[in-house]
Nanobody, 127 residues
Framework: QVQLVESGGGLVRPGGSLRLSCGVS????????IGWFRQAPGKEREAVSC????????YYADSVKGRFTISRDNAKNTVYLQMNLLQPEDTAVYYC????????????????????WGQGTQVSVSS
């Protein structure tokens, strides 16, 4: 079974940047599609971005397009989420999750697609 561990969260001012990491163990990263999700207090968990396992296709929620970038380093078994121009509405617990399929543009944000989840890392954006 795969294990996922997020890191890199913290407190940042509006307009600042953070880079989240998702370390994968138990199996090589190239076996998995990795998604990033976030959950703000009192809200549903929502999809942020996804990196497909079989190619370089990535997906982003409209709310983060142009500000966030997902990337993967298969040699390090790590997926990154570079977050720029952070805003208070980006405040949430961020989770990475692994799926054993290649989603498309209409399915990458389905939570049920992902079999394994990390414990989350807190991102707070405040002045």
């Amino acid at each position: 079974q795969v294990q996922l561990v997020e890191s890199g969260g913290g407190l940042v001012r509006p307009g600042g940047s953070l880079r989240l990491s998702c370390g994968v163990s138990g199996r090589t990263l190239d076996y998995y599609t990795i998604g990033w999700f976030r959950q703000a207090p009192g809200k549903e968990r929502e999809a942020v971005s996804c990196s497909r396992r079989s190619d370089t296709i990535t997906y982003y929620a409209d709310s983060v397009k142009g500000r966030f970038t997902i990337s993967r380093d298969n040699a390090k078994n790590t997926v990154y989420l570079q977050m720029n121009l952070l805003q208070p509405e980006d405040t949430a617990v961020y989770y990475c999750a692994a799926a054993k399929v290649d989603p498309n543009g209409n399915s990458w944000y389905w939570k049920d697609l992902y079999d394994d989840w990390g414990q989350g890392t807190q991102v707070s954006v405040s002045s």
